[in-house]
């Protein structure tokens, strides 16, 4: 069996790490504002920061967590790796 091609298993890495911050984020977002948002007395609302407490803590605070997360990873993690020389534009012979 060939060895594994460095930049596939680095590319198959980061696409883990990739589904896994959204997996997590899906998860976090559609539990918390299904728990706190639905079946709820309006007199128990609060706000924060002018929106209903369970959109602040369900949506804008992942939205931005995972726009920070995805700086990290795409400036940090993502690696730039030499694919080799470039292939010319011939039509291939079989």
């Known amino acids: 069996m060939p060895a594994e091609d460095p930049v596939l298993r680095s590319s198959r890495r980061e696409a883990i790490v990739v589904f896994s911050i959204w997996a997590v984020a899906c998860a976090y977002t559609v539990g918390y504002c299904y728990t706190f ?4 007395e309006p007199g128990s609302l609060k706000f924060v920061a002018g929106l209903p407490d369970w959109v602040f803590w369900g949506i804008l605070v992942p939205w931005t967590t995972c726009s920070l997360l995805s700086f990290w990873v795409s400036n940090y993690l993502i690696a730039d790796d030499d694919l080799g020389e470039a292939q010319s534009e011939e039509a291939p012979h079989v």
């Open 37 to 40: 948002g639905y079946y709820r």
